[in-house]
């Protein structure tokens, strides 16, 4: 009997072990290959005037409106997204408005959305999180003009 036993636990663990092989190689081919077939907005170092079309920008509740979005730190620093009244979502995938090259950022990490004058940054189920200054996002969270959004390596700020 100890043999039985001993015998079923081996071929357990084996198809346990494949199991996670496969759940991670479906991971990591999921993250690198999303929204590959589907056309992209790139933005460049050198600055995007109209990456998102353009409309009346977003107002803000009190003071200046923001109607750039600039990334502060990262591969991308320099490039400056028009904002209009189009969501920007950020993160890997070709499909984003704002595509980042950051080894800490989801294909679909996060996404800015204009909702009664102001813009609110949201975590779409990131691997590691969408800070706004120093506190990690979990909601849709208001983005007062220069606090910065970091992802992974990326900074980003909404400026007027």
């Not at 620093?77 to 995938?93: N, S, Y």
Request: hydrophobic share 45%; aromatic share 6%.
């Amino acid at each position: 009997m100890p043999e039985f036993v001993l015998t079923v636990a081996r071929f357990g663990f084996l198809i346990l072990l494949w199991i996670f092989v496969f759940t991670v190689v479906g991971v990591i081919r999921r993250d690198l290959f999303a929204g590959v077939r589907s056309k992209s907005i790139v933005a460049s170092p050198r600055g995007v005037g109209g990456a998102v079309p353009e409309g009346r920008p977003a107002k803000a509740k009190r003071g200046k409106a923001a109607r750039q979005l600039v990334v502060t730190a990262g591969n991308l620093a320099g490039t400056r997204i028009t904002l209009g009244e189009a969501p920007i979502t950020i993160g890997r995938a070709e499909d984003s408005t704002l595509v980042i090259t950051d080894d800490f950022a989801s294909a679909r990490h996060a996404r800015l959305v204009p909702r009664d004058g102001q813009w609110f940054v949201e975590d779409v189920g990131s691997t590691n999180g969408t800070y706004l200054d120093r506190g990690k996002v979990s909601g849709p969270t208001p983005v007062p003009l220069g606090v910065p959004i970091r992802i992974g390596r990326t900074s980003l700020e909404l400026r007027p």
